[in-house]
């Protein structure tokens, strides 16, 4: 199943399958932190070969902090596979991440706890530094706006991804804080994803779907309506699947 030309897809919330994706076959592999969230699927996309796996697991119950990130990124390299494209839907905090928005972006800042954030954690592996100014790679972040322009979906170039704890979502006063800190977008899952993948050396990037404006932002002042999320994410994610069978097309 190595496939050093197949692209990982890791997908969120709202891409826990792929429909476009040609299955030519799945895998279940072990890792020595234990399963992925489920077995990896190989298949085609457009021209591209891809893995796909879906982060909250098959059926999407796995929650953001009980998520194997470790587990994930080991499997996805085990099979070959040397670049990452993370799918995540998102919150908007900065105005012009509106709702419906595809965002492509460049920084992150951690406000998650407790999880398996490290592979270099002096027991299973000796202890290293890595360098994160830069927690995207530039190459893959490349490929992906050439793919977005050649699909003809409008891509936000840059941001500030916020990676909260979870489940529940934030309270207007943490999205306040957030904002004042910088943050662009919220989410659950871009760390310790992130910065794993880079301890794995592999290229890393997040195609960011935002859903709703966060808490206390836009229209969202009093509550955050789940039913815009579903409706919103279902929508936004046919542009994702065209930037993703872009990334074969010359992308």
């Known amino acids: 199943m190595k496939d050093q030309n197949a692209i990982g ?18 895998k279940t592999l072990d890792t020595p932190y234990g399963a992925p969230s489920a077995p990896l699927i190989r298949g085609r996309l457009g021209n591209s070969s891809v893995l796909f796996l879906p982060r909250h697991g098959s059926d999407h119950s796995i929650a953001p902090h009980r998520i194997n990130y470790r587990a994930n990124l080991w499997a996805l390299q085990a099979a070959g596979v040397r670049e990452v494209v993370a799918v995540a839907t998102v919150g908007g905090i900065h105005p012009r991440m509106a709702a419906g928005s595809l965002v492509l972006p460049d920084q992150i800042i ?24 830069r927690p995207f790679s530039a190459v893959l972040r490349e490929r992906l706006r050439r793919a977005a322009e050649l699909a003809g979906v409008l891509l936000v170039e840059g941001g500030v991804y916020g990676a909260t704890q979870g489940p529940r979502l934030e309270t207007a006063a943490e999205i306040g804080r957030m904002a004042r800190d910088g943050a662009d977008l919220v989410g659950m899952t871009g760390m310790p994803e992130a910065a794993l993948a880079r301890e794995l050396g592999l290229e890393y990037a997040m195609l960011a779907v935002v859903v709703n404006a966060a808490a206390g932002c836009g229209d969202n002042l009093e509550a955050i309506s789940l039913q815009q999320i579903h409706e919103t994410s279902a929508r936004v994610m046919k542009d994702v699947l065209r930037v993703l069978m872009a990334l074969g097309e010359g992308g």
């Open 9 to 26: 897809i890791i997908g969120g919330s709202g891409l826990d399958r792929v429909e476009a994706l040609t299955i030519e076959g799945s």
């Open 110 to 133: 951690d406000y998650t706890w407790g999880r398996e954030s490290t592979y270099f954690d002096g027991l299973a592996q000796p202890l290293q530094h890595i360098d994160f100014t």
